[in-house]
T-cell receptor, first 114, second 117 residues
């Protein structure tokens, strides 16, 4: 099976712009979770989507949003970018049916905000 | 509240020696515990997990982890380290009794493992 894919792999934006990141889960997986990784804060949970519905949300401002499509692909959007949004954004997929499931991560999108 | 602590930012070992990367956790319900590894400019790769049963869990690349409920620990171990094991290791937990956390993992800050030749 193909793994989790994320596009683009690298992005450079300027403050105030918006950005959309894409994640394609492993075939058959219906849950997609997003995480932000920074040297200062570590890995922080953004949100999780399951069957096109947001099921769980972390403590991020409303500038961070996401959605999931009927084929389980997911996008996250960050509006009005700030310098502090520079990070590696990771998505992870799982079947989404139980606590014992493993989340499988994509390679990440590295966002640099100038 | 759910949380994970990795008390060592860095662990240095010589190739061929055993390695241990420490992890302690806090959950109110049943803990489901995971170890991931991250190589530079890469995503997280799953190594192993503890769900229930035998306290010693075996995973990928010769790694294993020992679950200790009384000490709320889940230390990662390998009998003989390789230079190629050098990477950033993350411990994560999910509370099995909380439905709202179904899609969420709580991660530690990570431990940088360096294995020198």
């Amino acid at each position: 099976k193909a793994g989790v894919t994320q596009t683009p792999r690298y992005l450079i934006k300027t403050r105030g712009q918006q950005v959309t990141l894409s994640c394609s889960p492993i075939s058959g997986h219906r849950s997609v979770s997003w995480y932000q990784q920074t040297p200062g804060q570590g890995l922080q949970f953004l949100f999780e989507y399951f069957s096109e519905t947001q099921r769980n949300k972390g403590n991020f401002p409303g500038r961070f949003s996401g959605r999931q499509f009927s084929n389980s692909r997911s996008e996250m959007n960050v509006s009005t970018l700030e310098l502090g949004d520079s990070a590696l954004y990771l998505c992870a997929s799982s079947l989404g049916r139980g606590h014992q499931e493993t989340q499988y991560f994509g390679p990440g999108t590295r966002l640099l905000v100038l | 509240a759910q949380s994970v602590a990795q008390p060592e930012d860095q662990v240095n070992v010589a190739e061929g020696n055993p390695l241990t990367v420490k992890c302690t956790y806090s959950v109110s319900g049943n803990p489901y515990l995971f170890w991931y590894v991250q190589y530079p400019n890469r995503g997280l790769q799953f190594l192993l997990k503890y769900i229930t049963g035998d306290n010693l869990v075996k995973g990928s690349y010769g790694f294993e982890a020992e679950f200790n409920k009384s000490q709320t620990s889940f230390h990662l171990k390998k009998p003989s380290a390789l230079v190629s094991d050098s990477a950033l290791y993350f411990c994560a937990v999910r509370d099995g009794n909380r439905g709202s956390t179904l899609g969420r993992l709580y991660f530690g800050r990570g431990t940088q493992l360096t294995v020198w030749p």
